[in-house]
């Protein structure tokens, strides 16, 4: 299923004589769709919002086809366990948390979305490019705030300095109010007063957030960013997407082999087998006529 937010899309640009590249994006609907399907509390929404835009603008800029799936996987020692997020050249995303209904103390009025995902353990970036073509590499974590982490693992994984500016602003009610941001990679042959200048201005720029509420378009960041003017590249739209559905699960209760499908036939107390997507939540019902069948199959 695919959920669809006209206002939410991703644009990528380069600057300076193509010495820069930079992606910025409005994914305020992918996110309050995050929130609803998983019921995460505020600071859990910011940080699985945060991990889904990352592999959002990473996916923007070093995937090149529509097939193609980026996983951020974060694990920390903090309560919510672990963030993870997929995302594919089509700008289809979705992801999962450790436990959705996790707090903590936020100081001067901001998520504390350290707090929830810890300080210590590790975020991996696994890409799948077709024709059996994996890239991983992994960092660990030196903030907890997601976007230091991304920019950190993209330097030191990517060799490529990047700021990333991501933010999620959550209503007193848990809806999304804004989520977005932007991405600035830094290429080979700028000169130390080129990056000094794009340093200051990303630094003096408000928050993400802020400009999204105050109606900032993901090209009039980029406008911010860039004064002296941009090279639009293309527009993407970004969606929710979960590619789950009753086939899928059917193959894959019988791919657990006639054992295992007995046993869970065996010790069902319900009149019907029920499967939960991780990914979106959704639940399918199987009958005992269909489990039986499955049954058939996985002999
Ligand atoms: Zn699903």
């Known amino acids: 299923m695919t959920t669809t937010n006209h206002t939410d899309y991703l644009v990528r640009a380069t600057a300076l004589d193509e010495r820069v ?4 994006l409005n994914a305020t609907g992918v ?3 995050l929130q ?22 990473l996916s923007a800029s070093t995937l090149k086809e529509p097939d193609q799936v980026l996983t951020v996987d974060v694990r920390g020692n903090g309560p919510v366990r672990r963030v993870m997020v997929t995302a594919d050249g089509r700008g289809q995303v979705r992801g999962l948390v450790g436990d959705p209904h996790v707090h903590a103390d936020s100081t001067n009025g901001k998520l504390n979305v350290r707090g929830v995902v810890g300080t210590e353990g590790y975020l991996a970036v696994t890409k799948d490019l077709g024709m059996r073509e994996t890239y991983r590499g992994m960092v660990e974590l030196v903030s907890g705030e997601i976007g230091d982490d991304l920019a950190y693992y993209m330097a030191k994984s990517e060799q490529t300095p990047s700021a990333v500016g991501i933010g999620v602003f959550v209503n007193p009610d848990l809806t999304v109010e804004a989520a977005g941001g932007y991405l600035v990679q830094l290429l080979p042959g700028l000169s130390d007063d080129e990056i000094g200048a794009i340093e200051q201005r990303i630094a003096a720029l408000p928050h993400p957030t802020q400009l999204l509420r105050e109606g900032t378009t993901p090209e009039q960041m980029l406008e911010r960013i860039f004064p002296e003017g941009y090279t639009f590249g293309d527009r993407q739209d970004v969606t929710f997407h979960c590619p789950c559905s009753r086939e899928r699960f059917e193959a894959a209760i019988v791919s657990l082999g006639h054992e295992e499908v007995t046993r869970i036939v065996e010790e069902e107390e319900q009149p019907y087998t029920e499967v939960v997507c991780h990914f979106c939540n959704e639940t399918y ?11 058939a199959a996985a002999r």
């Not at 590249?21 to 910025?24: G, L, T």
């Not at 609803?36 to 603008?57: E, K």
């Not at 009958?287 to 069948?293: I, K, T, V």
């Open 21 to 24: 590249r930079a992606f910025a």
């Open 31 to 33: 996110v309050q769709e």
């Open 36 to 57: 609803r399907r998983h019921d995460t509390y505020p600071a859990v929404t910011a940080a699985l919002g945060r991990t889904a835009m990352g592999a959002l603008l």
């Open 285 to 295: 019902h199987f009958s005992p006529d269909e489990m039986q069948a499955i049954l």
